[in-house]
């Protein structure tokens, strides 16, 4: 069972570049998340989603993009990379109870990305 | 929307020792799920232990339990027994009962010491 996977696990990007950060979840969970993390500031949610072909910002939504044709895969697209995108980022998916609310996520690995 | 607030940084507790993380919370919903993460230096998201709202009783997994006090809006996480592998960084989180991802606090670095 490999529950949430993300590639890649390191990237390093020049500023202007855009690239994918991919997500897979094998556990058939309704929702999944993206978030990010920085020092001190904990995770923050950068676009969620509730199910395939559905999407909604989170916290932080602006410089990223995403979508969900499958219920599986919750890719997250940087479109022009700056330095404060540095970050370490997380994928989470979870299950709702009795169709809403959120129960515990299950997260992948991270992937660090630096902008120079 | 919710805010969750972890009021000390850094902590430290040698082992074999109890220390207690504290967290809190605002809400103004009657029903949702409250989480301790750990993540360790390997960087992986790991459920400690979980509430939900609407159950009085503090949840316990093995060494860890939570102090959930509903009222004063407070979910504190007790560690016994400390071990060389607890030392990391806990997260709590909030989740709605109507929302789709948590809310989480800004993390206490937590160091065990021989």
């Known amino acids: 069972n490999a529950g949430v996977t993300q590639t890649p696990k390191f990237q390093v990007l020049k500023t202007g570049q855009s690239m994918t950060l991919q997500c897979a979840q094998d556990?058939?969970?309704?929702?999944m998340s993206w978030y990010r993390q920085d020092p001190g500031m904990g995770l923050r949610l950068i676009h969620y989603?509730?199910?395939?072909?559905?999407?909604d910002q989170g916290e932080v939504p602006n410089g990223y993009n995403v979508s969900r044709s499958t219920t599986e895969d919750f890719p997250l697209r940087l479109l022009s990379a700056a330095p404060s995108q540095t970050s370490v980022y997380f994928c989470?998916?979870?299950?709702?109870?009795?169709?809403?609310?959120?129960?515990?996520?299950?997260f992948g690995q991270g992937t660090r990305l630096t902008v120079v | 929307a919710q805010t969750v607030t972890q009021s000390q940084p850094e902590m430290s507790v040698q082992e074999a020792e109890t220390v207690t993380l504290s967290c809190t919370y605002d809400?103004?919903?009657?029903?949702?799920?409250l989480f301790w993460y750990k993540q360790p230096p390997s960087r992986q998201m790991i459920l400690v232990i979980r509430?939900?709202?609407?159950?009085?009783q503090n949840a316990t997994e093995n060494r860890f339990s939570v102090n959930f006090q509903k009222a004063a809006k407070s979910f504190s996480l007790k560690i016994s027994d400390s071990q060389l592998g607890d030392t990391a960084m806990y997260f709590c989180?909030?989740?709605?009962?109507?929302?789709?991802?948590?809310?989480f606090g800004k993390g206490t670095s937590l160091l065990v010491t021989p």
């Open positions: 809400t103004s919903e009657n029903n949702y799920y």
């Open positions: 989603s509730v199910g395939a072909g559905i999407t």
């Open positions: 989470a998916s979870s299950y709702s109870k009795v169709t809403r609310g959120v129960t515990e996520a299950f």
């Open positions: 989180a909030f989740g709605r009962n109507s929302g789709y991802a948590l809310n």
């Open positions: 556990m058939n969970h309704e929702y």
């Open positions: 509430q939900e709202a609407y159950k009085q």
